[in-house]
C-alpha cells in the first residue's frame, strides 16, 4: 500500500496563529480551511485530515496550496470586491502582531480608537471606531480592561489581619 504523501506548510503563522484564526473564523468554509490547516500543522497526514473533516485529498491539497502560495489570504474566502477592503494582507498581520505585544506606543491597551488611529496613521484613510472593534474581534483579540480598584479598599496591613491563621 502506498504511504500518503504528507503536506508541508510554509512558515506563514505558527501554530498558535492558525488555531487563532480557525477558533475567530465566522465563514464555515473559510473555517474548515484554517482547521484543516491547522490539522496539518500538528502532524496530520492529508488523506486522514480530509476525511476527517469529510472532504477529499484533493480538496486537502489545493487548500495547502492555497496557503502555500498566498499566506493568510490565499485561505480566505475569494470576494468579488477585493479592492474595498481597508488593510492589505501585510498590514493585517502587522497590526496582529502590535497588538499581540500588548501595550500601544502610548503604553495603552489596545482599543477601538488605538486601532482607527493606526489605520490613518497606516493608509491615511479614516474608519470608524466599530469598523476598527470588529478588525481587532476578527483577529482573535477581546477587550482588556484594568480591574477598577475600591476608593475605601483595606491597607495590606489590615488584609493581613483579617485573614484566617
Known sequence: MKMPKK???ENHLD???LRRRYLSCRHSQEKMRWQALCLIAEGGV???VAEKLGRSSGWMSETVRRYN???AGGVKNRSKNQASKTLTPEQVA???ILIQS???SEQRLWSGTQIKRWVAEKTGREIHKTTAWRMFRRLGF???SIRPQHKERATKEEQTDF???
Do not use: P
Open 46 to 48: 492529508a488523506n486522514q
Open 102 to 104: 500588548g501595550k500601544t
Open 163 to 165: 485573614k484566617k491563621t
Open 69 to 71: 502560495e498566498g499566506g
Open 142 to 144: 477581546t477587550r482588556q
Open 94 to 96: 502587522e497590526l496582529e
Open 7 to 9: 503536506l508541508i506548510l
Open 15 to 17: 501554530r498558535k496563529q
